[in-house]
């Protein structure tokens, strides 16, 4: 296990042949699931092109000098970090390149420039690369283009789908696989995210490998949520009007924002995507096969529409009668 991540050894193989090949390259993009480790692996693999006391083409960390200290203390002047504002559903172009009053002299494509200030290079990790905009992806373009010298930049995104073109072209894409269930239930275990071991195992198998989604998955409403609406949906006919309200009472209560409930939302729109799996892995044949499969296909209609900032009630009342429907 390289540096105390979990499941992702194949990739560090990866980095440490690059380095020692002396063939880092100035962008990766990271895709995998969410919540498997990319963006601790983007601060590990900076830590060690900090570290003073190993060597440039190795990929490794001392811990003990000064630019490690600084990184596990979360302060190195050298790493930039960019990610989703709160309430913010996407990266906004300040962020980048200044507002402005201070165009092109503020924000990261700026901080990238500038002479590293301890290591021997600057690092900026932009999180949530699935959410750029056409512009803030154009406001990076010229940096993507043309690096700044002793400089690296990590996109951290969920796919390679999910990305302009603009950015795709311009990265070495890097996967990271899903987590082993059993990793995701240990780690649920060792942190404490969740109420107890039952509870780890029940949502590490429905976690798709992700930690994020187990410990959603962990929360008590939601898991009621889940539980009476596989009640209505398993059903020979489903209530789609008292479907509806179920989960607009659910999401409702995550709060008054938009953000929660969206959260919400989609959290509760793939487990019954899952329950739908579970159901044709049982049985891969026949009308009930394809009735599964038109039904996660349309849970998954509806978290895109989600995540594109649909009018929350809409989604959920037709996705309720196309599930009633099929």
């Not at 000098?65 to 596990?72: D, H, K, N």
């Not at 309430?87 to 165009?103: N, S």
């Not at 995104?157 to 990793?183: C, H, K, M």
């Not at 008054?256 to 995507?273: D, N, Q, Y």
Request: hydrophobic letters at 40%.
């Amino acid at each position: 296990m390289w540096m105390d991540i979990v499941g992702h050894d194949q990739v560090a193989s990866r980095f440490s042949h690059v380095l020692r090949e002396c063939r880092l390259a100035g962008t990766y993009l990271f895709v995998g699931p969410g919540g498997v480790g990319k963006r601790l692996f983007a601060k590990r693999l900076a830590q060690c092109l900090f570290c003073s006391s190993s060597a440039h083409n190795e990929l490794a960390a001392c811990g003990h000098c000064e630019s490690c200290r600084l990184m596990l203390a979360g302060n190195h002047p050298d790493l930039l970090e960019v990610g989703l504002k709160a309430d913010k559903r996407t990266l906004e172009l300040e962020q980048l390149v200044g507002d402005r009053e201070h165009r092109n002299r503020q924000g990261l494509c700026h901080d990238i420039s500038l002479k590293p200030y301890l290591a021997s290079r600057r690092v900026a990790i932009i999180d949530h690369a699935d959410t750029l905009t056409t512009a803030t992806a154009n406001a990076l373009l010229k940096t993507l283009e043309e690096p700044p010298p002793a400089s690296l930049i990590v996109l951290v995104g969920t796919s390679e789908s999910r990305q302009l073109p603009t950015i795709r072209s311009r990265s070495q894409v890097v996967r990271f696989a899903p987590l082993d269930a059993g990793e995701v239930e240990r780690l649920l275990v060792e942190n404490d995210l969740v109420t107890g071991p039952d509870v780890a195992r029940s949502v590490a198998e429905l976690a798709d490998g992700s930690l994020d989604q187990a410990v959603a998955m962990a929360s008590q409403e939601l898991w009621q949520a889940h539980i009476a609406s596989v009640e209505l949906l398993d059903k020979p006919t489903i209530d789609s009007v008292r479907l509806a309200e179920l989960v607009s009472q659910f999401t409702n209560a995550a709060g008054k924002e938009a953000g929660p409930r969206r959260t919400a939302l989609i959290a509760l729109l793939g487990l019954v995507a899952r329950h739908y799996r579970q159901q044709l892995r049982a049985n891969p044949h026949g009308s009930v096969a394809r009735m599964s499969i038109r039904r996660i296909d349309r849970c998954l209609e509806a978290e895109y529409q989600v995540d594109r900032n649909a009018h929350l009630q809409t989604v959920v009342q037709s996705w309720a009668d196309d599930l009633a429907r099929a």
